[in-house]
């Protein structure tokens, strides 16, 4: 009986300790999650907030972990023949983001996001129609939307389908070249109601990794109450029908 006791000890002591081991890594690697995910959160608040500084160059080295929300001006002169409609779903209902490249001094494009027509009044582009000449835009730096969502619909660029904000794809299909590797979501401007509705750049992060921290570490802890039930049962002395 020792021994088959000694053997029982022995698996289901590894099996504690493995899964405890497991859920507890879990659990810290969440919490080192919840400070990168607050950093970047306090990071993207501050870039936010700072005064407007000059949109990066095209051949600038631009990363989503530095650059991301950037507040930044530009100026050139709008393509209206180049721009493009992308349908996208927004605080607004259903609708397309209308983005027009920017011919820079330089002879360098980058590409704007004018704003938000909703579903139904894209049909006429003069209500939409971007200004003339030398404008000076202000906005938030955005990073190119290369792959889309799980169940989201595929660009299809030679039907003029667009459905996520790829940078390269768009300006590669208008021949536009040297392109910044970004584009701008323009802040709000015109009176209200005024075509496209700029300013809906949504800033915000989902942050669940505090909630998925506890829940592993109440997991590592349930392991070893367990553990400690099935040991204390195992130990209890036999009853009158066992022995």
């Given amino acids: 009986m020792a021994a088959i006791f000694r053997k029982k000890f022995l698996v289901l002591t590894a099996i504690a300790a493995l899964l405890f081991a497991v859920f507890a890594a879990l659990g810290i690697w969440q919490v080192y999650r919840l400070q990168w995910k607050l950093d970047l959160i306090a990071a993207v608040d501050a870039r936010v907030a700072a005064p407007v500084a000059p949109a990066p160059g095209h051949g600038a080295a631009v990363t989503r972990e530095n650059d991301a929300y950037r507040h930044v001006s530009v100026t050139g002169s709008y393509i209206e023949m180049a721009q493009t409609l992308i349908y996208y779903p927004t605080q607004l209902g259903a609708g397309y983001f209308v983005m027009t490249p920017l011919l820079r001094n330089d002879g360098s494009y980058v590409l704007i ?22 404008v000076t835009v202000e906005g938030l730096l955005r990073m190119p939307e290369s792959k889309g969502w799980l169940f989201s619909r595929a660009s299809d660029p030679v039907n003029g389908k667009w459905y996520r904000r790829d940078v390269a794809s768009i300006m590669a299909t208008r021949g536009l070249v040297p392109f910044a590797p970004y584009f701008i979501d323009a802040a709000a401007s015109g009176p209200p109601g005024q075509l496209p509705i700029g300013g809906l750049t949504v800033v915000k992060f989902r942050n669940s990794h505090l909630s998925y921290a506890l829940t592993w570490f109440a997991m590592a802890l349930g392991t070893l109450a367990l553990y400690v039930f099935v040991l204390r049962y ?10």
Avoid: M, Q
Avoid at 114 to 133: I, N, S
Avoid at 234 to 243: C, F, I, L, M, T
């Fill in 113 to 134: 996001n004018r704003g938000f027509v909703p579903e139904g009044k894209e049909g006429d582009p003069a209500d939409y129609r971007p200004p003339a000449g030398e």
């Fill in 234 to 243: 195992e130990r209890r002395p036999p009853s009158a029908d066992e022995e």
